[in-house]
């Protein structure tokens, strides 16, 4: 039996939903498949050589891989070139925009010199958890498109098909510029601040920052540390809604979606923002899932 890894990251859960759906499908197809979840230290890391599909899957962060990606990409053991490995890449972001396709330039780079070579990527759409809340309409929009489309593009992962991303004028310039978000994004999360008449101590916070950057003294008071990758799973998941973000307290999302939404169309007053970009990813994701149907009732 042919087996799998992906390499995954994931902030509040929407990356990971992703990467459930391929698992699903993998293994529907016959493929076993190990979702490798990344937490500071790499505990237990597997060898890429041991699988037979490799895939590393991301929330973009500024337009970039989050650095804890990069620091993967840095630990993978060196292979020859003669004996390259290939790869795929699953990512996810609030928005569709073409600059999100530079988001990997960085990782791809790191990986290249180390004897791995990308052959497909894929962009999934799902709710924000920072710049605004979107409506739990427009998240289940996002969420019922992502499970039609990701095993249709998975079953391709599969057959090795070529799926890269087109480039940006400048991208590689773009992302190097936008990179200083990983040490600012360092420096604000030590400034993050707890409403401890919010706080009821659960210290989930604690539990689930992926890079033990949170810790609670005996006096009970929250510590932050210097390693924040911004990812904002403390601040989302507070039952409370205690945590306070630092310099972008103003962007904060709190709570999860209702991704199951089937009531009526909600009022978006951010209807307006990005709207012909997520026009045409809905348009696109529609015709490749109608194409794909198609094909499956000739078959």
């Known amino acids: 039996m042919k087996n799998a890894v992906i390499y995954m990251f994931s902030g509040t859960g929407n990356t990971k939903k992703i990467c459930e759906l391929y698992k699903r499908e993998f293994e529907a197809q016959g493929v076993q ?14 060898d890429p050589a041991d699988f037979d599909f490799v895939g590393f899957a991301y929330p973009i962060h500024g337009f970039n891989a989050p650095h804890i990606m990069l620091d993967l990409a840095r630990a993978l053991p060196k292979r020859e070139k003669e004996d390259e490995k290939e790869y795929f890449v699953i990512k996810s972001s609030g928005e569709p925009l073409k600059t999100n396709n530079i988001s990997s330039y960085k990782m ?4 290249r010199r180390r004897g791995y070579r990308q052959y497909a990527e894929y962009h999934y759409v799902m709710p924000y958890n920072m710049i605004f809340r979107h409506t739990d309409s427009m998240a289940t929009k996002m969420w ?4 039609e489309l990701a095993p249709i593009e998975a079953r391709e992962v599969l057959e090795k098909t070529p799926h890269m991303l087109k480039g940006v004028p400048f991208g590689h310039f773009i992302a190097w510029l936008l990179r200083i978000e990983q040490p600012a994004m360092r420096v604000n999360g030590k400034m993050f601040k707890v409403d401890y008449d919010k706080c ?10 992926p890079m033990s950057n949170i810790t609670r003294g005996e006096d009970g008071k929250f510590k932050f540390a210097g390693n924040c990758l911004m990812c904002a799973r403390c601040s989302f998941g507070c039952p409370r809604d205690a945590i306070s973000i630092a310099m972008l307290n103003g962007w904060r ?10 009531g009526e169309e909600q009022p978006d007053k951010h209807a307006w923002y990005c709207k012909k ?9 529609e015709q490749k899932i109608r194409c794909a149907n198609a094909n499956n009732d000739v078959k």
């Open 253 to 262: 999302v709190n709570g999860r979606y209702d991704l199951d939404y089937r």
């Open 33 to 46: 498949t190990s979702l490798y979840e990344l937490k500071a230290g790499f505990e237990d890391l597997p």
């Open 144 to 147: 019922d498109t992502a499970k």
């Open 200 to 209: 009821i101590g659960c210290d989930r916070c604690v539990n689930v920052c």
């Open 277 to 285: 970009a997520y026009a045409r990813y809905f348009a696109a994701a």
């Open 108 to 111: 791809r780079g790191i990986l």
